[in-house]
């Protein structure tokens, strides 16, 4: 036994007697004494001993007073109060005052030190109990602080914590859950909930997470969820999966699309190119050229997706740059327009216009990649518009920028869409209905680059009626006419 004691006392004879008498029968044990009541408290502030022992009558500040004082200071620690004879009331008053236990004198040193003992045990358990509670209170603050989603459901089925991920991966709130039966307030819980992996003891590798749908108020929630048995019930975690499921389906969809746009010009070049070795057929020189056209045509096509797919590759892992100069941009525009307009000339239904007002400001920016935005979009305007119709460029001021409009009278695009057609690998037609190709990768190349030169591109559509692609890059510095070269991260 290990413990620290103080004795109160204004009589130096018993102050020199009990530390002895305890010595005797008690071993590991420190003892302070004391003659005041003001230098007991003194002592007391600084040291959380684990009994103290004092004469109820004190000079100056008897031990009733000082009880109280030790309440207030150390609430748990036990005070064994020593009463004379005769003085069976104030004991009374001091064991309704939250004393451990009174002593009478002259002091039965037996019972004195079966008193100590039992209160050193007490002190001992109090101690564990606050230990233990100060842990509780931490694990809870660590989880009310993890990233992961945290729910108790105890052995009647009720949910008895829910931390605050949780409510922000789900969007329920704790107040609407706890105390509520998981089978009415998790929607769809009677369905997954004996699905869940549970373990019988934690530790890595007990159980392996599964991945479930939760069906919350018509969304659609994927979450990645274990527990773990124990006799309160059961703790279960979880993380949110519905992003990397969504982009896990679209990385499938974008190898089947990229499959299809691989395997159509291969197999015309491989056709052609068939045809052109075969000794058999004779070939005049019209026909000859009309399967070399083929073949470069698809070449080149094939070269566009390999390109497209690896700038997609430099953007995410920030080995890019852009070449950021003062630029007029009515003849690069022009260009474009022409070059777009011989790419379409086969098709008699697709007009595309050029509106461009004069004494356009030039623009910071990177030539060869806002030509390549503009014919992204030309060729993405042209592709969504199967029925044909008229494309728009306008370049106009806007603000302190040069804002450049594509717009055409295609499909159009759904509202709820609108905001999805710029990430990597979406694509608004990913069955080919209409016959529209690509690798969903365009928008998001052409977002990319537009934000790497300091610009915005947005878009306005309605299904059915077109769209309007918005490019604004800021207009450049007159003063500034020399070349800066701005390395931009992913």
Known sequence: MSARILIVDDDPALLEALPDAIALRMNGITIDTCETAPGALDKIQQTDYDVIVTDIKLPGMDGLELLDQIKLLRPGTPTVLITGHGERDLAVRALRGGAYDFVQKPIDRDYFVASLERAIQVRGLDRHVDQQRLELERHARVLQHIDRGVFLVDEEGIIRYWNPAAQSITGLA??????????????????????????QVPGP???????????????????????????????????????ERALDELKGEFVATVSHELRTPLAAIYGAAQTLRRADVQLGDENRARLLEVIAAESERLSR?????????????????????????????????????????????????????????????????????????????????????????RVEPHDN?????????????????????????????????????????????????????????SVTSSEGRGSSFVVDLPAAVVETSHSKRVSQPA
């Open 305 to 393: 997706i390999a390109g497209e797919i690896l700038l997609a590759s430099n953007l995410d892992s920030g080995r890019f740059s852009v070449e950021r100069q003062q630029l007029e941009v009515e003849e690069l525009v022009t260009e474009v327009v022409d070059e777009m307009r011989a790419v379409v000339a086969s098709r008699q239904d697709i007009v595309i216009d050029l509106v461009a007002k004069n004494g356009l400001s030039p623009v910071a920016c990177d030539g060869d990649k806002l030509r390549q935005v503009l014919i992204n979009l030309l060729d993405n305007a042209v592709k969504y518009s199967p029925d044909g119709g008229r494309i728009e460029v």
């Open 205 to 243: 590798g007990s159980t392996e997470a599964k991945t479930l749908p939760l069906d919350i108020e018509g969304r659609e929630l994927w979450v990645s969820i274990s527990g773990v048995q124990f006799e309160d019930g059961i703790v279960y975690a979880f993380r949110n999966l519905t992003e």
């Open 174 to 199: 704790t107040d609407e859950l706890v105390g509520r039966r998981a089978d009415e307030a998790l929607p769809g819980w009677d369905a997954i909930g004996p699905e869940v992996p549970v373990a």
């Open 401 to 457: 920028c040069v804002r450049f409009v594509i717009t055409d009278e295609g499909l159009g695009i759904p509202h709820g869409e609108q905001q999805r057609i710029f990430g990597k690998f979406y694509r608004l037609d990913p069955r080919l209905t209409r016959g529209v190709g690509g690798t969903g990768l365009g928008l998001y190349i052409c977002r990319e680059l537009v934000r790497r030169m300091e610009g915005r591109l």
